[in-house]
């Protein structure tokens, strides 16, 4: 049996760029997937861009007597709040923090996932074992109670705590897919072909096994984007994510929760904003497992 040669590295280079610009063709050429990323690249431009030329600060206070609970007007297209706070300022400004948030968590689960499936996908039966009973106990304990239990205990828990404890939560089901993709591969004609060459385990592990379980890894950190911004303005809600002065869409929508029926803009635009979000995420992902379903990897 011919055993399949490794790529030089400079072909090998040059399979992967246009593998990945075949990728991203057939992303972006799907109608439903081009409109998720055109609305979430329109939703980052406008928070990034809008507040240098907005003249109001997020924690700016108005005139407390005739600006409160403005409606919204041309001055203020969002209106302002019960403390004659600009909405639409403090609504791009709770924008920028959740979408960081939200991809900051999510990179570092995805990380620490994929590391833990990883070597407990490539270790023996008994290694691979305990460590996945680590990932059943994880699994099976209640993510948000943990999360409350663990920011309560802080008086003020800071935005690094938020990301490091929803990280710390969150990589569970990213170890569990990663190991299994893992433990199916491991056992392909190209993988005992390379380790009948000598390659080490940790070579295949980087070059080979990971560009293939790259596209279940991003669906899964897609869809964990729009969970994790909403988990975030749930736990921000509660009172024990994101600490006032700074705004998310979580404490935005908790203030106006007291004035819904008199203010409801207050409330309604963040939400919206989530709405639109988490949609966009589940339409990305979608788009990417269709994009990376079937690609013509190189072999070892």
Partial sequence: MTMPLALPAADEKRVRSADRVSTLQQLVAAPVSRAAVGTLGAL????????????????????LATMSLRAPS?????????????VLA???A??????????????????LGTAWGMVAGLAGARTDALMMRVVDAGLATPRVLVLLVVLALRDHPSVPLLVGAIAATGWFPQARLVRGEVRRLRGADW????RALGVPWRRIAWRQLLPHIAGPVLVTAAIGVGQVIVLEAGLSWLGVGVQPPAASWGNIIRDGTDVLQAAPWISLAP?????LVVLCCSLLADGLRDALAGRDLPRA
């Fill in 94 to 111: 709770g924008g920028r923090l959740s979408l960081a948030i939200g991809l900051a968590s999510v990179a570092l689960s995805t990380g």
């Fill in 90 to 92: 403090r609504l791009l």
């Fill in 271 to 275: 939400g919206a904003c989530l709405v």
């Fill in 191 to 194: 993988i005992v072909a390379a």
């Fill in 44 to 63: 980052v431009f406008v928070l990034l861009v809008v507040p240098l030329a907005w003249p109001y600060a997020p924690h700016e206070q108005l005139d």
């Fill in 74 to 86: 041309l001055a203020h297209p969002l209106g302002t709040d019960a403390v004659a706070r600009d």
